[in-house]
């Protein structure tokens, strides 16, 4: 059982920078495949990034590939999304997932998301 805790989320302007961190719990949390995933007002929800069990490995959406890291602390049980060049589209509720197989479909465990507003 992993439990997923999102913060960093908030008000920025077209062009800026923001730090998404997600706390998990469990003993595991190294074995485990993280995600971040967004949904927009009126949209499903779309896979953003994901990070292998050691951070050596990393997927992107394209839309934010070239701004947007993705990487993991399993000592700290953390993992990160740092969004630079944020664009108004980009606006969405954030969420941090995690699951054991690797891929940009249906993670086992998610937190209950964080708001990003990105004001043009």
């Known amino acids: 059982q992993v439990q997923l805790v999102e913060s960093g989320g908030g008000l920025v302007q077209a062009g800026g920078s923001v730090r998404l961190s997600c706390a998990a719990s469990?003993?595991?949390?190294?074995?485990?495949?993280m995600g971040w995933f967004r949904q927009a007002p009126g949209k499903e929800r779309e896979f953003v990034a994901a990070?292998?069990?050691?951070?050596?490995?990393?997927d992107y959406v394209d839309s934010v590939k070239g701004r947007f890291t993705i990487s993991r602390d399993n000592a700290k049980n953390q993992v990160y999304l740092q969004m630079n060049s944020l664009k108004p589209e980009d606006t969405a509720v954030y969420y941090c997932?995690?699951?054991?197989?690797w891929g940009r479909g249906e993670y086992a465990y998610w937190g209950r998301g964080t708001q990003v507003t990105v004001s043009s």
């Open positions: 997932a995690a699951d054991q197989d």
């Open positions: 469990g003993r595991t949390f190294s074995r485990y495949v």
């Open positions: 990070i292998a069990w050691r951070g050596t490995r990393t």
